[in-house]
C-alpha cells in the first residue's frame, strides 16, 4: 500500500507562481512513477507530468516550459513547481503513484487550484 498526501493548493493570480507537494508513505520501494494529473469542472482528468523512480520527466503540452515536477528522494516528496500560471489551469491536482511494476495505481485526495484573471 502507498499513502499519497497532497499540499501547497490555493489561489494566485493569473502569473503567479505555486507549488505543489506530494508526501509519498508505506511500500516506497514498489513505487515506479510519480505524477501530477489534474481535473477542471466538466472535464476529464490530465496528465500534467509525471517522474519515473529513475529521475525521467513527461510533461503535457499544455504545461511544458512553465511546469516542473522534480522529487526529493530522502523526504519521498515529488513536487510540481507552477510558474507563469494561466486562468486555464484551474482545477484539483492530484498526485498519483503506479507501483508493482505499473500493476497498481495509488491517488491522493486532490488540492485545488485556482488562477483569477
Known amino acids: 500500500q502507498v499513502q499519497l498526501v497532497e499540499s501547497g493548493g490555493g489561489l494566485v493570480q493569473d502569473g503567479g507562481s505555486l507549488r505543489l507537494s506530494c508526501a509519498a508513505s508505506?511500500?516506497?520501494?514498489?513505487?515506479?512513477?510519480m505524477g501530477w494529473y489534474r481535473q477542471a469542472p466538466g472535464k476529464q482528468r490530465e496528465l500534467v507530468a509525471v517522474?519515473?523512480?529513475?529521475?525521467?520527466?513527461n510533461y503535457a503540452d499544455s504545461v511544458r516550459g512553465r511546469f516542473t515536477i522534480s522529487k526529493n528522494n530522502a523526504k519521498n516528496v515529488v513536487y510540481l513547481q507552477m510558474n507563469s500560471l494561466k486562468p486555464e489551469d484551474t482545477a484539483v491536482y492530484y498526485c498519483?503513484?503506479?507501483?508493482?511494476?505499473?500493476?497498481?495505481?495509488?491517488w491522493g485526495q486532490g488540492t485545488q487550484v485556482t488562477v483569477s484573471s
Open positions: 498519483n503513484a503506479f507501483a508493482e511494476n505499473y500493476r497498481i495505481g495509488y
Open positions: 508505506g511500500s516506497i520501494f514498489s513505487i515506479n512513477v
Open positions: 517522474i519515473t523512480s529513475g529521475g525521467s520527466t
